[in-house]
C-alpha cells in the first residue's frame, strides 16, 4: 500500500515562498505520475501540477503557470512544489498524490491520496 505524507505548508506573506514535500513509501514498482491537488473551504479540489515517472515532464493549471514548479528526487521518493509569488487565491489544503497510467491534472485517475498540508497566504 502507497503511502504519501505531505510537509513544508506554513503561514506567509503575499508575494512569499514556501517549498512543500510529498514523500512516498510502500512502492513495490516503478515510480508513478506525482500530482499536486489543493482545496479551499467551500471549493471543490483543483489540480495544481502534476510531474511524470522520470520527472522530464510537468504540467501546471494556468493559475499557477510561472509561479509554481514541482520536481522530484525518485532516490528519495520525494515529490516537491515549489510555490513563489503567493497570493491569497492560493490558500487552501494542499494534497499530493500517485497515479499509475497517465500523467494530467485529472483528479478522477489518481488512486493513493496524502492527508495534505495547510498553505495560508495572508495580504
Known amino acids: 500500500q502507497v503511502q504519501l505524507v505531505e510537509s513544508g505548508g506554513g503561514s506567509v506573506q503575499a508575494g512569499g515562498s514556501l517549498r512543500l514535500s510529498c514523500t512516498a513509501s510502500?512502492?513495490?514498482?516503478?515510480?508513478?505520475?506525482m500530482g499536486w491537488f489543493r482545496q479551499a473551504p467551500g471549493k471543490e479540489r483543483e489540480g495544481v501540477a502534476a510531474i511524470d515517472p522520470l520527472g522530464r515532464s510537468t504540467v501546471y493549471a494556468g493559475s499557477v503557470q510561472g509561479r509554481f514548479t514541482v520536481s522530484r528526487d525518485n532516490a528519495e521518493n520525494t515529490v516537491y512544489l515549489q510555490m513563489d509569488s503567493l497570493q491569497p487565491s492560493d490558500s487552501g489544503m494542499y494534497f499530493c498524490a500517485t497515479r499509475a497510467f497517465g500523467c494530467n491534472l485529472a483528479l478522477s485517475a489518481y488512486n493513493f491520496w496524502g492527508q495534505g498540508t495547510q498553505v495560508t497566504v495572508f495580504s
Open positions: 510502500g512502492y513495490t514498482h516503478r515510480p508513478d505520475c
